[in-house]
């Protein structure tokens, strides 16, 4: 009898606790966990973004909010005896939560100009990143045709095309399974839905796209001319041939890709990016593709202006083009400043005066027996030394370096003119430091070749200039 009235007695108080346990989830329906703004519309029936509702229930197995549905959009019964559905389960994504009125009506108020705003992907593999910058990390890729919700625009730095900065903006947006990063607007096409209007997404397009990791790290490198490695290699570097501003530029957050070469630039978009094989791809929509020779050698297919097929080799160099220009540009002035310590002013009674300045400009007066077979006499004493130019090791025995002195045209009147780029002088020298002077010998054109000192010339034209007393 114990035992039969236990029994009894723990049946009794399970049906009590089920009882309360359905008890309470009733009452919960009807008590107010918060409210809600609706970031992506919601369907059946639908409830336009930007709408304030109240939230009941949060379940975070089934990843869903009870909401209520406002008066206005909620669906009449087929029959009047049918009761009227004013709640609703909506995906947790689809709504920003606040546990305060006030602070969703100040969000709401706050959202209402992005509600209806909404974007199509114009490119296969768009990015959207944790932060508005295309070198933070990638959250999710789009597929062209997928559809996202524009939540707001964001401050950052616009991707680049060379030095020109894309037009567009940065927007955070939200993905239809609920990803909410920042996407940059230039490969997407912003509209508008209206209120009461359902969001048609190409369902087919809506997955995540796999990775392609090789591609991906060959995107992301940045891609030189391959006659820059020769340079690095050789450590001579010809700044006026060797700048950021050439390459191959890819952009994923853009779906542009910029070719700029000596005497050729040109812009491609496209729509999507197709593997041809292990290590090639064409980028559909642009006339581009390419070919992973290895991981620092790219070759480049692409059409020129005039449509006839054109093939180029890039490289990924080991430091950024920048910080290779900053080094030589270092090193140049390392090289002048050894020749400013044995002066700065050098007199010759046959030579005249060459005074020097840490800047690399140069005032030289009494020149005259030099004019015209190594000064032209076109050119004022005035100019600028520039130490770009190299020489072969067998000439090194006998001079340190080589050296270009800019000479500013002569002005109307006889004094210096404009020291504009491009109208100056070009006139070469070998060069040698001694104690407390300074050995030139002029080399003429024959003698080299780009920035390169080839040889001495037959008959060598040799100035000594020792340091003056000033």
Known sequence: ?????????????????????????????????????????????????????????????????????????????????????????????????????SKAQAYAKQFINYAPLYAETLQDGLPI??????????????????????????????????????????????????????CFSYRLRIFEIEAGKAVAVAQANTSNPENDPVLESALSKAWSPDWYKDMVDNQ?????????????????????????????????TY??????????????????????RNETLLSVQYTLNDGTQKSSLFVNLPMPVSDIITQEQARRQKLLETILEQGPIFQSENYGRLSLAADGTFIWEGYDILVPRVIPSTVSGTGTIVMRLFIRESIRTTYDGALTMYFNPQGIDGQ???????????????????????????LPPSSLSGTMVLQRSASPIILYLPASEQ
């Open 416 to 442: 210096p003119g404009p020291a504009e780029p491009g109208k100056a002088m070009a006139v070469n020298f070998l060069y040698k430091v001694e104690p407390r002077a300074l050995r030139l010998e002029y």
């Open 1 to 101: 009898m114990q035992i039969i009235n236990r029994k009894k007695r723990l049946a009794l108080t399970g049906a009590l606790l089920v009882a309360v346990f359905a008890s309470g989830f009733v009452s919960s329906c009807s008590q107010l966990l918060g409210w809600g703004v609706i970031l992506w519309n919601v369907e059946n029936p639908t409830i336009p973004s930007g709408t304030l509702v109240p939230v009941y229930i949060k379940s975070n197995i089934d990843s869903v909010y009870v909401i209520g549905i406002p008066k206005e959009y909620q669906l009449k019964p087929e029959k009047n005896s049918d009761p009227i559905i004013n709640k609703k389960e909506v995906p947790l994504w689809q709504i920003r939560f606040f546990s305060s009125k």
């Open 236 to 268: 001579t570097i010809d700044l006026d041939t060797f700048t950021d501003q050439w390459g191959f530029f890819p952009s994923q957050d853009t779906g542009v890709i910029r070719i700029a070469l000596p005497g050729f630039e040109k812009t491609y």
């Open 129 to 182: 990143r944790s932060d508005p910058d295309n070198n933070a990390r990638r959250v999710y890729k789009l597929r062209q045709g997928q559809i996202v919700k524009v939540l707001d625009k964001a401050q950052g730095n616009p991707p680049m095309s060379g030095s020109t900065p894309l037009p567009g903006d940065w927007l955070q947006v939200l993905t239809d399974d609920g990803t909410i990063g920042y």
């Open 271 to 292: 729509t999507a990016i197709t593997r041809i094989d292990a290590n090639s791809w064409r980028f559909e929509g642009s006339p581009l593709t390419i070919t992973l």
